[in-house]
């Protein structure tokens, strides 16, 4: 996701720090049903992190929140 974000770019010595909370709907067999951002990112970020999320297998089913924050 960090990935993502740098790729849009920042100016100068500008410090960007992203704090959200994404939210997954796992199915029993560890695949992402549906993935929330809370508050949105970037609509180019947030498509970017989609490719890497439902590629991605998790063992923890049901819903799943994740706490993201991250400087770049």
Known sequence: MRACAAAQGRSGDVLVTVTSTLR??????GVVE?????PPLLPDVQTCAAEAIYKTKLDETGLVSI???FSY
């Open 24 to 29: 997954l709907r796992v199915t029993s067999a």
């Open 67 to 69: 706490p993201i924050e």
């Open 34 to 38: 549906s993935a929330q951002f809370s």
